[in-house]
């Protein structure tokens, strides 16, 4: 056995299932029926079927994957293969944009999920070339500054082929987040505004083949903090979901070319906990190499994130206090420069 640093080893009740769960049923949506071509007539029947549909894979699940989304085939094979490249070179080349305290964007080798070493490398860019952030974490302080990607020399396409596949990211997701207003009786442009000057961002994971993928994970357990995520992995699995039927850890199944939705914490909170944002964890491959590449749609830094009024009355009152966007953002970005003895800023510290 390969002597591994001890930095990555979970603890025994993190570590992966020696008998994988493949979920059977987690939903596959088709949604063809919002694509905008010309010869698509819009039937609402149709668009109702598949509000109910989001509607019950959010409530249920969590977690669903999209088909006839819209979304160009050439721009994901471009991404992944120039990720690829990225991710092949030599470390000296990667940490030329690597990131740090001030340039938060770029290349990273030793992130950390719960104080536990991920076996994973990350390249990470914003979907505006530059995205205003608050300047620190004091709730006090108001000024504001920029977050600015960093690209590398090589491979030279990086540039162009990430930010164009950003754009068709940032367009499905707000779709999705139009079907999810009217699955909540929402009018469907409910939450454009909140994406005016929005922070968010696409990570690429490299996960590299692990000797040890019984005790190690990809990426440990965690739920994503903002809106929306959506998910492209490559044709090696790795994705385990907590199913909230049963809590037991089920892995998702790669359907070539389908992105993976999952509800963040941001929408939990605004639905005021009808949809809850779901715990999900990398597990590892001791032959193959990984690669995905999430969008997290984000929204601007001065959104102020609290259950919405239209979802909320006597019977169902706020279970949250508002909370800074921008700053909750911030907190979790310092953190990742820091070993914190406590837990990481989460949604449950603005529970009432
Ligand atoms: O690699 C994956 O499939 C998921 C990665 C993930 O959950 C994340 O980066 O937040
Ligand atoms: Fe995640």
């Known amino acids: 056995m390969v002597e591994i640093d001890q930095d990555f080893i979970q603890p025994p009740e993190h570590r992966p299932k020696l008998s994988i769960i493949e979920a059977e049923n987690i939903p596959v949506i088709d949604l063809s029926p919002i694509l905008d071509d010309s010869n698509n007539v819009k039937n609402p029947l149709v668009i109702d079927e598949l509000v109910r549909k989001i509607g019950s894979a959010c409530k249920e699940w969590g977690f669903f994957q999209v088909i006839n989304h819209g979304a160009p085939l050439e721009s994901r094979q471009r991404i992944e293969s120039v990720g690829k490249k990225f991710f092949g070179q030599k470390m000296e080349e990667k940490k030329k944009v690597r990131r740090d305290i001030v340039n938060v964007m770029g290349y990273y080798e030793t992130e950390h999920t719960k104080n536990v070493r991920d076996w994973k490398e990350v390249f990470d860019f914003t979907v505006k070339e530059s995205t205003l952030v608050p300047a620190s974490i004091d709730p006090d302080d108001k000024e504001v500054t920029h977050w600015y990607?960093?690209?590398?020399?090589?491979?030279?396409?990086?540039?162009?082929?990430?930010?164009?596949?950003?754009?068709?990211?940032?367009?499905?997701?707000?779709?999705?987040?139009?079907?999810?207003?009217?699955?909540?009786?929402?009018?469907?442009?409910?939450?454009?505004?909140?994406?005016?000057?929005?922070?968010?961002?696409?990570?690429?994971?490299?996960?590299?083949?692990?000797?040890n993928p019984d005790i190690v994970l990809g990426c440990g357990r965690h739920k994503d903090s903002g809106a929306l995520t959506v998910l492209a992995q490559d044709e090696v699995s790795g994705l385990e979901v907590r199913r909230k039927s049963d809590g037991e850890w089920v892995l998702v199944k790669p359907l070539p070319n389908a992105y993976i939705i999952n509800a963040g914490d941001v929408i939990q909170v605004w639905s005021n906990d009808a949809y809850e944002s779901v715990e999900h964890r990398v597990i590892l491959n001791a032959e193959k190499a990984r690669l995905s590449y999430p969008f997290f749609l984000f929204p601007s830094h001065y959104t102020m994130v609290e259950p919405l009024k239209e979802l909320t009355n006597d019977q169902n009152p706020p279970k949250y206090r508002p909370y800074n966007w921008g700053k909750f953002l911030a907190t979790r970005k310092r953190s990742n420069f820091m070993k914190l003895d406590v837990e990481n800023i989460q949604i449950h510290h603005f529970r009432i």
């Not at 990086?158 to 930010?163: A, H, K, L, P, S």
């Not at 596949?165 to 997701?173: D, N, P, R």
């Open 149 to 211: 990607n960093q690209w590398p020399e090589f491979p030279l396409e990086m540039r162009e082929t990430f930010q164009e596949y950003a754009q068709h990211m940032k367009k499905l997701a707000l779709k999705i987040m139009e079907l999810i207003a009217l699955s909540l009786g929402l009018p469907p442009k409910r939450f454009d505004d909140f994406f005016k000057d929005e922070t968010s961002w696409i990570r690429l994971n490299h996960y590299p083949p692990c000797p």
